[in-house]
Structures are given as structure tokens and as C-alpha cells.
């Protein structure tokens, strides 16, 4: 734009018989053109790892790596005994073609998911999600570089029962699952819950699509639940802080946010039946994609109302 006004202003001085006379024309300012949307990132490369002796007894983690690649991803199944290995590959290749890096893995493969994570952090890649399934106890902490964090184990197992932490200062998105109280599951079948793989590929499926600046701004609350007996565990991302308002109950606030009531009296240390002040603040959980703001907060029940 200056350079066309330039160039106007320099032919008009030779059209005129007195430069220092002449009047430039007017330039009508124009608003700067609005910032291109931001571009949806590659799809990630996903990298699941089986535990000890994974083709008998981590045959979850090949299903659901068949059921990533059928929705599209590149999704690969290793064996835990090559972790280190597979992690030079995997800062190899992001360092040729960036793209999100997904880590998922079950027993010894949910440690060999954090010790790659830790590999990256030394070469200052981030890494998008990682996914544990009862990992191992000797499992180390999540470091800062993993922006989203999974951990669904059993506490009670002797296979597994890792209780994995994020170390001092972590930022990122954190939600753990213990599910001891479900008879049902134990350390052999509980990476072959076709619940948990279709949410998982759904998970996967919305990492592309979140704007960075979401990502940025987002105050993530990490969620530690203990699942009870019976009860599907649902994988939320993290927590939100959620304003009271006047009226409102747990009950009510569970209800607009489309969540269990236990989820809320576990995060917060409330009784299911706590009363509220309006002006504090309640951890809801969310999914990776949390829903529009607009109804957080319900029409308060009728008197009575249980």
C-alpha cells in the first residue's frame, strides 16, 4: 500500500507545474484483513506398545491399533523390549515431518510410553497425548512435555497397579482411573475394552483440530477418580472450574454439564448432596472438546425437586 502511494504521489508531481504545491491525494485507511483460521494440525502418528509377553496377554493393543488405522490413522504395535528403539524412530520422524505424537501402551508398554516421552523432552518435542493402561508400577513420572495425559489402572494389581504422577510444575491436561473396584476387570482384559477403544479413537480423532490458542489458554485441572464398581469409565480430559450461582446444586450442576454426580463430590472432596455458596467454584470434568459454555450452568430444580 505505501508503495502505490508513493507511486501515485510521484506522478502527480510531474503532472503539475509546481511540486511543492501539489496535493496528494487522499488514501482511505483500510482495516488489516482478519487473521487467516488456523490450519488443523497432520494427523498424529500413533505408537502403541504390548506388555510382557504382548502376543498372549496385550492382544487389546493390536485391536486397537487395527481400529486407529481403519479410522485413517498411521497406528503401529510394538513390543516393549524395543522402547528405546522405536523412541529414536519416533524423534527421527518428527523431526523430518513434524506431526503429533500419540503413545499409548499397556503394562511395561504404558512405562515404555513415558520413558519415550522423557526421551523426547531432552530433544524439546512435544508430545500430544499419551494413553496407560495399568502400567507397570516402576512407571516414571509424566514430564512436562506431554500436553495430555491418561493413566486407567488398577491400584490393586500386582502386574501393573502404576499410580502414575506428572512431575512439579506440569501444565498439561491429566485425568487418572482407578478402576479396583470393578470385579470385572483385571490386568489381562482391561486393554480390550471395546468402550474404552472407541473412545480412545475418538480422542485421537479431535487432537488435530484443536486450535493452539486453545490448547495455550485452557487452565486444565488435573482429575484423579476412583471409578465406582459397575460403572463405565468415561475418559475425560481434564477439569474446569465452574462458577456457582445462586440456586444451584450439585445435583443441578452435574445435570447442565452432562456429568455423573459422583465425578463431582470426587473432585471437589463434596458430599454428593454438599451445599454450595454462589461465588466458589466447582471442578467439572470435560472431555477433550468441552462443550459450549452458554448452558454450564442449568435452571436451578423446583422446590422440592429431588
Same mark, same amino acid.
Given at each position: 500500500?505505501?508503495?502505490? !502511494?508513493?507511486?501515485?504521489?510521484?506522478?502527480?508531481?510531474?503532472?503539475?507545474? $509546481?511540486?511543492?504545491?501539489?496535493?496528494?491525494?487522499?488514501?482511505?485507511?483500510?482495516?488489516?484483513? @482478519?487473521?487467516?483460521?488456523?490450519?488443523?494440525?497432520?494427523?498424529?502418528?500413533?505408537?502403541?506398545?504390548? %506388555?510382557?509377553?504382548?502376543?498372549?496377554?496385550?492382544?487389546?493393543?493390536?485391536?486397537?491399533?487395527?481400529?486407529?488405522?481403519?479410522? %485413517?490413522?498411521?497406528?503401529?504395535?510394538?513390543?516393549?523390549?524395543?522402547?528405546?528403539?522405536?523412541?529414536?524412530?519416533?524423534?527421527?520422524?518428527?523431526?523430518?515431518?513434524?506431526?503429533?505424537?500419540?503413545?499409548?501402551?499397556?503394562?511395561?508398554?504404558?512405562?515404555?510410553?513415558?520413558?519415550?516421552?522423557?526421551?523426547?523432552?531432552?530433544?524439546?518435542?512435544?508430545?500430544? *497425548?499419551?494413553?496407560?493402561?495399568?502400567?507397570?508400577?516402576?512407571?516414571?513420572?509424566?514430564?512436562?512435555?506431554?500436553?495430555?495425559?491418561?493413566?486407567?489402572?488398577?491400584?490393586?494389581? !500386582?502386574? %501393573?497397579?502404576?499410580?502414575? !504422577?506428572?512431575?512439579?510444575?506440569?501444565?498439561?491436561?491429566?485425568? $487418572?482411573?482407578?478402576?479396583?473396584?470393578?470385579?470385572? !476387570?483385571?490386568?489381562?482384559?482391561?486393554?480390550?475394552?471395546?468402550?474404552?477403544?472407541?473412545?480412545? =479413537?475418538?480422542?485421537?480423532?479431535?487432537?488435530?483440530?484443536?486450535?493452539?490458542?486453545?490448547?495455550?489458554?485452557?487452565?486444565?485441572?488435573?482429575?484423579?477418580?476412583?471409578?465406582?464398581?459397575?460403572?463405565?469409565?468415561?475418559?475425560?480430559?481434564?477439569? =474446569?472450574? =465452574?462458577?456457582?450461582?445462586?440456586?444451584?446444586?450439585?445435583?443441578?450442576?452435574?445435570?447442565? &454439564?452432562?456429568?455423573?454426580?459422583?465425578?463431582?463430590?470426587?473432585? &471437589?472432596? *463434596?458430599?454428593?448432596?454438599?451445599?454450595?455458596?454462589?461465588?466458589?467454584?466447582?471442578?467439572?470434568?470435560?472431555?477433550?472438546?468441552?462443550?459450549? @459454555?452458554?448452558?454450564?450452568?442449568?435452571?436451578? @430444580?423446583?422446590?422440592?425437586?429431588?
Amino acid at each position: 500500500m505505501l508503495a502505490a !502511494v508513493a507511486l501515485l504521489a510521484w506522478g502527480h508531481g510531474i503532472a503539475v507545474a $509546481s511540486p511543492a504545491k501539489s496535493k496528494r491525494p487522499a488514501v482511505t485507511a483500510t482495516a488489516p484483513p @482478519p487473521a487467516p483460521p488456523s490450519e488443523p494440525l497432520p494427523p498424529p502418528k500413533i505408537y502403541l506398545f504390548r %506388555g510382557a509377553m504382548g502376543p498372549i496377554f496385550s492382544t487389546g493393543m493390536d485391536r486397537l491399533g487395527e481400529k486407529l488405522t481403519q479410522a %485413517g490413522f498411521s497406528a503401529d504395535v510394538y513390543e516393549f523390549t524395543i522402547c528405546r528403539l522405536i523412541g529414536n524412530r519416533a524423534i527421527a520422524s518428527y523431526k523430518e515431518s513434524p506431526a503429533p505424537i500419540v503413545l499409548i501402551g499397556h503394562s511395561m508398554g504404558g512405562l515404555c510410553s513415558v520413558v519415550i516421552s522423557e526421551m523426547a523432552a531432552k530433544e524439546n518435542i512435544p508430545i500430544s *497425548l499419551v494413553i496407560a493402561i495399568d502400567p507397570a508400577h516402576a512407571t516414571g513420572d509424566v514430564p512436562l512435555n506431554v500436553e495430555r495425559f491418561i493413566n486407567i489402572f488398577l491400584s490393586d494389581s !500386582v502386574l %501393573g497397579g502404576g499410580d502414575v !504422577v506428572a512431575v512439579p510444575g506440569y501444565r498439561g491436561h491429566y485425568a $487418572s482411573y482407578d478402576l479396583k473396584e470393578n470385579s470385572r !476387570v483385571s490386568h489381562i482384559n482391561i486393554e480390550k475394552s471395546d468402550d474404552i477403544h472407541r473412545q480412545i =479413537v475418538e480422542m485421537v480423532t479431535q487432537l488435530p483440530r484443536i486450535p493452539p490458542q486453545a490448547q495455550a489458554e485452557a487452565e486444565a485441572v488435573p482429575l484423579r477418580y476412583l471409578v465406582p464398581a459397575n460403572t463405565l469409565v468415561e475418559l475425560w480430559d481434564s477439569g =474446569v472450574r =465452574v462458577p456457582v450461582r445462586r440456586g444451584d446444586t450439585m445435583e443441578s450442576i452435574a445435570a447442565a &454439564n452432562r456429568v455423573p454426580l459422583w465425578t463431582l463430590a470426587q473432585s &471437589n472432596s *463434596l458430599a454428593e448432596n454438599a451445599q454450595l455458596t454462589p461465588g466458589q467454584t466447582i471442578i467439572v470434568p470435560r472431555h477433550l472438546t468441552p462443550p459450549e @459454555p452458554a448452558a454450564a450452568m442449568a435452571t436451578p @430444580p423446583a422446590a422440592g425437586r429431588k
